[in-house]
């Protein structure tokens, strides 16, 4: 139990273009949600917290009307990149938290979206 | 704040052998120590954590870490690596019940064979 899932796995964008990616929770409800971004051979860095229905909490430096994320389902959470540039290539990676009442450390990572922006 | 140090960003060793990744973390509260496990092109998974109680905990597949107050450590260590074993390791802090995560800049352990 406890999966989450990315998609797409890998994308290539186009500069000035959007990218869209989904998180999904598959067999939990998931009421937090966080996105975070990983450099090559660096660690992650939390780039907001999304609580399903609520707008999303981003940590400071991190653009919201550039990361646009939507969390409106218990299930599904969206991470936007808008207008990408080569700068925003990355790995991104999501986690889910199950309802209240769980343990806050069952957070819960998904495979990852590596993307590239060209 | 918190901070976490990981001050080898690359550790090898052979196949059998035993291994310390080190962790030291800064903070001015009470926190929650974790190890993570990142193997190429996955997400993190949980190794272990310590939350209260014994300062020494373990994993199923081996490994433990010792929380020190002290010395503000969490150094995790397996007395017989294997092949499989060859990953990152995050190590992160948490001083908020129900908060986020600081993670360190994480190790890569290559087991050899």
């Known amino acids: 139990g406890a999966v989450v899932s990315q998609h797409p796995s890998r994308v290539i964008c186009k500069s000035g273009t959007s990218v869209k990616i989904e998180c999904r929770s598959l067999?939990?409800?998931?009421?937090?949600m966080f996105w975070y971004r990983q450099f090559p051979k660096q660690s992650l860095m939390l780039m907001a917290t999304s609580n399903e229905g609520s707008k999303a909490t981003y940590e400071q430096g991190v653009e919201k009307d550039k990361f646009l994320i939507n969390h409106a389902s218990l299930t599904l959470s969206t991470l936007t990149v808008t207008s990408a540039h080569p700068e925003d290539s990355s790995f991104y990676i999501c986690?889910?938290?199950?309802?209240?009442?769980?343990?806050?450390?069952?957070?819960?990572f998904g495979p990852g979206t590596r993307l590239t922006v060209t | 704040a918190q901070s976490v140090t990981q001050l080898d960003s690359q550790v090898p060793v052979f196949e059998e052998a035993p291994v310390e990744l080190r962790c030291n973390y800064s903070?001015?509260?009470?926190?929650?120590l974790f190890w993570y496990v990142q193997y190429p092109n996955q997400g993190l998974q949980l190794l272990l954590k310590?939350?209260?109680?014994?300062?020494l905990v373990e994993s199923i597949n081996g490994f433990e870490a010792e929380f020190n107050k002290s010395q503000t450590s969490f150094h995790l260590r397996k007395p017989s690596v294997h092949i499989s074993d060859t990953a990152e390791y995050f190590c992160?802090?948490?001083?908020?019940?129900?908060?986020?995560?600081?993670f360190g800049p994480g190790t890569r352990l290559s087991v050899l064979p």
């Open positions: 903070s001015s509260v009470s926190v929650y």
């Open positions: 067999d939990f409800q998931a009421t937090t």
């Open positions: 992160a802090v948490s001083a908020d019940y129900g908060q986020n995560f600081v």
């Open positions: 310590y939350l209260s109680g014994s300062t």
């Open positions: 986690s889910a938290r199950s309802t209240s009442g769980r343990p806050f450390y069952e957070q819960y």
